[in-house]
C-alpha cells in the first residue's frame, strides 16, 4: 500500500534536527541556513554516507523505495529545494576537505505558502518538468532515469574503461551497430531548429526544445552521438560519411574495405581512408601515399561515458585541434601509449552555458593532421592528409542554440539543468 509523500519543509527540518545526517547541520543560530554534504561520486573519498539525506528523501517521497542511484537522487533532492524556494547562498562543493552546500530557508511570508496544509507537488512538477510542460515527455524521462540495466550490461558497464585502459566512471565500448539510428533515439540531423521554434516562437518554447534534444543525447551517464567524417588530400575535400556507431570509429587506410566495417575487439567502426587516384601534382600524390601505407593501425578516436577519447596505433604521428583555423603554432599530439581525453560532454555543456551569457559558442568537430606537425606555420588546407570529425549531437545542439539565439535559451530553468549535468560529470 502507498504513503503520502511528506512535505519537504517539515520533513526536512525534522532531519536536520536530528543530527542523525552527518554533515547536514543549521549553520546559525537562527535557524535560516543550513548545509548539506555535496561530495561529487567520483572523488576517491567518496562513499554511501554522502547520499544519506538524498536516499532519505528519495525513499519517503518514492513509496518507501530509492529509485535510481545516488545521482538520481541528489539531483531530485536539489529540485525539489529550487520548487519549494530554497535558494543556494554558498557554493562549496569543491572544497577539498568539506565539500558541501549552504542553502536559506524560504521565507513563508514571501511565498505565501503555508507548510501545514499545502501538498507537496508530484515528482512530475519538478524544475526540469516544468520546463519540459507541453512536449509529452515527462513520464518517459522519469522511467529513463529510474530505470537499471539487466545484469549482463551492469557487468560491461562495471568494467569502466577507455579503450582498453580502465578509468572510473567510464562504460567500455557502448556500442550501437551501424542503421541503428532509429533505435539510439538520437536527434535526426536537420539543418535548423525543429518545429519553426526561431522566429516567432513562445519565450521559452525553444529554450524546452532545447533541454528535451540535449536529454536525447544522453543514456545515464553516457553521452550518445554519430561521427560524421570528412577527409581532405591538400585541402580538397576527397570523402564524406556519417558512422552510427556511439562507440567510435578507427581510421585505417584499407582500400579493400568497403563502408564502414565493424571490429569486434574494440567495438570501433573501420573506416578507411580512400587513395589518392589522379593528382595534378605527383610529388604530393607520392608523399599522400607514403603516409597512407605507414598508417598501419590507424587512429581511434571514440566516447567512453561522457568522454571522447583518442589514440594513435599506427607508426604515423597524429595532431589535433578544435579549429582548422588554429595559430597558436603549438601542435598537440594524438598519445600512442594510451587512450587520451580530447573532449568532454561537460565541456560542452558549459560552452552552451557561455553562448547564452554572451561568448563564443562551444566546437563540436575535431581536427585531425596525419603525418605532419600541426598547427605551425603553414594552414591546415596546405597539409596533406587532414580529416575533420563532427560530433553530430554536438552540432545540432549547437546549430539550434545558434540559429535560435542566445536570448531564446534565457531560461531559468535551462540553465539549471545544464548547471545539473555539469555537476553529474
Known amino acids: 500500500m502507498s504513503h503520502p509523500k511528506p512535505l519537504l519543509k517539515p520533513w526536512l527540518w525534522a532531519r536536520i534536527d536530528s543530527g542523525k545526517f552527518p554533515g547536514v547541520i543549521w549553520t546559525n543560530s537562527e535557524k535560516t541556513e543550513f548545509s548539506i554534504p555535496w561530495k561529487h ?20 517521497s518514492g513509496n518507501g523505495r ?98 582498453g585502459c580502465a578509468l572510473p566512471g567510464q562504460q567500455q565500448y557502448p556500442v550501437t551497430f551501424e542503421g541503428a539510428a532509429g533505435e539510439t533515439g538520437l536527434p535526426e540531423q536537420p539543418a535548423r531548429p525543429i518545429g519553426g521554434a526561431v ?52 581510421l585505417v587506410y584499407s582500400p579493400e574495405l568497403k563502408g564502414t566495417v565493424l571490429d569486434h575487439e574494440s567495438g570501433l567502426s573501420l573506416v578507411s581512408l580512400p587513395t589518392p587516384g589522379v593528382m595534378l601534382d605527383q610529388t604530393q600524390a607520392n608523399l599522400t601515399q607514403r603516409i597512407l601505407d605507414k598508417l598501419g593501425d590507424g587512429l581511434d578516436l571514440g566516447v567512453s561515458s561522457h568522454v571522447v577519447y583518442g589514440q594513435r596505433r599506427g607508426e604515423i604521428k597524429a595532431f589535433w585541434s578544435f579549429s582548422k583555423f588554429d595559430q597558436n603554432q603549438q601542435p598537440q599530439e594524438v598519445s600512442k601509449l594510451h ?8 565541456d560542452f555543456v558549459r560552452g552552451i552555458l557561455d553562448f547564452i551569457n554572451g561568448k563564443d559558442s562551444p566546437p563540436c568537430s575535431l581536427f585531425f593532421c596525419l603525418g605532419e606537425k600541426w598547427p605551425d606555420s603553414r594552414p591546415w588546407e596546405k597539409k596533406l592528409i587532414t580529416v575533420e570529425v563532427v560530433l553530430t549531437s554536438m552540432e545540432f545542439l549547437k546549430n539550434l542554440a545558434v540559429e535560435g539565439g542566445a536570448s531564446s535559451l534565457q531560461s531559468v530553468e535551462l540553465q539549471m539543468s545544464l548547471e545539473e549535468m555539469m555537476e553529474l560529470y
Open 339 to 346: 587512450p587520451q581525453v580530447l573532449y568532454q560532454f561537460r
Open 41 to 60: 561520486a567520483l572523488r576517491q573519498d567518496s562513499s554511501d554516507i554522502d547520499s544519506l539525506i538524498f536516499k532519505a528523501w528519495a525513499e519517503v
Open 66 to 163: 530509492a529509485q535510481g542511484d545516488a545521482s538520481v537522487w541528489k539531483r531530485n533532492f536539489r529540485s525539489a529545494l529550487r520548487a519549494k524556494g530554497f535558494k543556494m547562498v554558498s557554493d562549496n562543493k569543491n572544497d577539498a576537505a568539506n565539500p558541501h552546500k549552504v542553502f536559506h530557508w524560504p521565507d513563508e511570508s514571501a511565498s505565501g505558502e503555508d507548510t501545514a496544509y499545502l501538498p507537496e507537488s508530484s515528482a512530475s512538477q519538478d524544475i526540469l518538468q516544468e520546463c519540459l510542460k507541453g512536449l509529452n515527455i515527462g513520464p518517459a524521462a522519469e522511467a529513463t532515469a529510474a530505470f537499471e540495466p539487466p545484469p549482463e550490461q551492469q557487468q560491461l558497464q562495471n568494467q569502466v574503461a577507455i579503450g
Open 199 to 250: 522566429g516567432g516562437a513562445c519565450d521559452g518554447q525553444l529554450a524546452a526544445q532545447f533541454l528535451h534534444t540535449m536529454n536525447k543525447t544522453r543514456d545515464g551517464d553516457n553521452f550518445k552521438t554519430h561521427f560524421r567524417i570528412l577527409v581532405y588530400y591538400r585541402g580538397v575535400k576527397v570523402s564524406e560519411q556519417t558512422v552510427e556507431n556511439e562507440a567510435g570509429i578507427r
